[in-house]
């Protein structure tokens, strides 16, 4: 069995491609859900119907600031 030793470790990638894709797809029907949530519901989680909408008409590339790592 061969082994290879790495003396300068490679610098990570910047995140692209179909990870991004899977992300945006997610965050664009987690936004349509948050918008069609009833009063209840919003208030269940927290949130008035104003922030709901505010955050479901963000547009894909508004990404949380925790995905831009």
Do not use: N
Request: charged fraction near 30%; hydrophobic fraction near 40%; charge should be positive.
């Amino acid at each position: 069995m061969t082994q290879v030793a790495l003396h300068h470790p490679c610098p990570p990638r910047r995140r692209f491609g179909l990870k991004t894709l899977l992300d945006a797809v997610s965050l664009y029907r987690q936004r349509g859900t948050l918008a069609r949530l009833d009063a209840r519901a919003l208030e269940d989680i927290g949130i008035t119907r104003e922030q709901a909408e505010a955050e479901a008409s963000r547009k894909i590339w508004d990404a949380p600031e925790f995905w831009q790592r």
